[in-house]
């Protein structure tokens, strides 16, 4: 018998930038010349239907003109594209191409595109650079930091995945007035949590200016793809892994995230958490972390951001308690919540704590008398 | 316009031991509970048919009773389970029973388990550890050392996957007396393959006791198991991204792995390969990097193993030539080789650059005049 120890400790730098701006095509095109991926001269172009033509095809062309291989891949644009089906759609046509390890992916478009081409570019060969164009607020807000990549399964979202870093980031604010208004509200939502979480000065910024960012005035949207990037790296540095400290970005999403299944989807993922979040402030207020004005203040911001509080009527709220608490996250009849501590900061309920156990009864009672 | 700098540098320990011995199991099971995977309670082993009743079934009965929870999970053995699918319904199986991200994969088999329940572990819940209980020699020779995952797809083998390290390996020697013999000669090529490109001592070795290896005599067991992971340790670990000392371990797969898709798999791995080493020592013999007599060592020890270093006859040669140079990897019309210097060790063409461009001429008069 022996035991061999394999020494395998090193230093890994994962370090990108996020660069904010408007029209940021020759940018990229630029950067690549300049080396941002080194000497790759080949690139595969994820994007989805609805991001083709206004920006993967335009970045396609920049490409060719500058001399790279260049192939665009699209696949249905929407959350039920998230898939291992779509992923190796993808994986298959790359093969096709004859994409082997020495290739970069490009992602254009909103959250799902960048959740999907990192996973591609995660698994690909091992793993090939990425770049991620973010087309969306979503992807500004929620996307661009992190590094979590990953799709859904029939039985969990986003549990199949793996943390992978882009090469750089750009956020081309100018791409969010091609957003429908729908799209935009919705990706107000991540963007109000965060003000929630960890800034008063941010939420007094989107009550007074919601309408300029509303009509994507350049002040007000560069200041919110600031501070959103800002806040969660803020908070993912200090916990690539998810155990204690990076749960406050899951601030609203326990009842967000069941409210967008039950929905079947025919609710965006901003809109379900609007509402998640409107419990979240009712439960903070309830257990006294915060006033009934301040939770009032938050559901008003969610409102004029264009996104409604109220639960549909096509949802049964037994249903919805009964989802959350046969949940496999349940643990002793109690569920997780993180909570708000007034506006701007969250309760640390231990040294490392940010969720408190929550008992069946006291949210449903919150559900009901939800609006 | 604004630029955000994200500095994400941190240190990255993945080492890990590797245990030789005999019958582990219940060694694994007192590791478990000394905290190797910390406070992890729920297992999920990964096995194939063929070994679920020797291993599997007794490794879930010992986690068992040593009160932990534990589900088995089986699919077809053999390299065509290496898909996609076979991940997407082991995970779905998973999924289906509950498991999140607070679990523990054990990999239970040979390289084909190791390489697909690496690759779930690495992307179930964005990383789970796992441990991989090695049954073949194969698996110990190839599989123990280099955090390689993959599955195989129609157009593609070993591309879709990632690095991941295990947190312990178990090399179960008794195990081996399980295999048929075929597997176990099988196993024997990748063996051969390392005592070539690294250590005289070992080929003579081998050459010695290499009735005693068939037998699965113990010390000669333990000697490959302990020679095989030390000389791809060295590689690995001082080139962990296969950008070129790495290179090396694919000495005789240039045209091994051709082989092995040519025969629809009817050619174990090792089978195909033991023919991509004939033909990668004449080769290097035709270059003047080593002795006609050294080549025909290397193929004799080959032919010792009960391995056939011929073509069979259902290959077509020049069909074969045609699958080498028309691969995605040939450049300027020609293929990359790596290539033996005496025995023991390859040949460095310039510091750093350890495979030699090949026309198609040379490689089919060396494939034509293989016997």
Redesign the interface.
Known sequence: ??????????????????????ELMDKLVEDLEKGLVGNIRRFAVITDSNVRDLYGKPICERLIRAGYGVDLFVFAAGEKSKT?ETK?NV??AM??K?Y?RDCCIIAVGGGVVTDLAG?VA??????VPFINYATTLLAAADAS?G??T?VD????TN?????Y?PSKVYIDIAAWKSLPQRQLSSGMAETIKHACLASYDMFTFLEQNMEHILECQKFAC?YIA?NN??IK?NVV?KD?RESGLREVLNLGHTVGRAIETLSDYRLLHGEALAIGMAAQVQLSARLGYMSEEEAHRVCTLYQKAGLSTKIPDYIDREELVKKLYTD??VRDGKLRFVLQKGIGDVVEFAPGVFAKPIEEELAREIIMELE
Chains 1, 2 share one sequence.
């Open positions: 018998m022996s035991i061999l120890n394999l020494e395998l400790k090193k230093v890994v730098d994962d370090s990108y930038e996020i660069e904010i701006g408007y291992r190796a994986e298959d093969l096709e004859g082997r996973f995660g698994t690909y060969g091992r793993g930091v590094g979590k990953a399964t029939p039985l969990a549990l199949i995945g793996l943390f870093q560069e600031e990037c800002k790296y540095m690539e496999k996250k």
